[in-house]
């Protein structure tokens, strides 16, 4: 069982920044791959960013949305047991409730896929202004 945390969310105007939190709790952080999602009213969850690796490496790789590709960072920590989403340059459009995923990394699975993930936080909302 993993549990998730996330916080950060909140109010900023269009071209600032937010930096989002997930705090894992549970099993091996590193056993996990981890992803942020996100969902505004009236669409389906959709994918973020990535932070996964192989069994057999112990190098990790990101994996980013196109539309938030050079304005959104995802990095861990594994001291904390946190993962990050560092989020610069935000527009209206991204406006959602933000949601961290963990996979683990036993299973199969695509890191864009939300079914591919098990442990969901319970999200935090960005709201950006105009």
């Known amino acids: 069982q993993v549990h998730l945390v996330e916080s950060g969310g909140g109010l900023v105007q269009a071209g600032e920044s937010l930096r989002l939190s997930c705090a894992a709790s549970?099993?091996?952080?590193?056993?996990?791959?981890l992803g942020w999602f996100r969902q505004a009213p009236g669409k389906e969850r959709e994918f973020v960013a990535a932070?996964?690796?192989?069994?057999?490496?112990?190098?990790?790789?990101?994996n980013y949305a196109d539309s938030v590709k050079g304005r959104l960072t995802i990095s861990r920590d594994s001291t904390t047991n946190t993962v990050y989403l560092q989020m610069n340059s935000l527009t209206p459009e991204d406006t959602a409730v933000y949601y961290c995923?963990?996979?683990?990394?036993?299973?199969?699975?695509?890191?864009?896929?939300?079914?591919?993930?098990?442990?969901w936080g319970q999200g935090t909302q960005v709201t950006v202004s105009s």
């Open positions: 995923a963990a996979r683990n990394l036993a299973y199969y699975g695509t890191y864009y896929s939300p079914n591919s993930y098990g442990y």
């Open positions: 549970g099993r091996t952080f590193s056993s996990y791959a």
């Open positions: 932070i996964s690796r192989s069994l057999l490496s112990t190098d990790w790789t990101t």
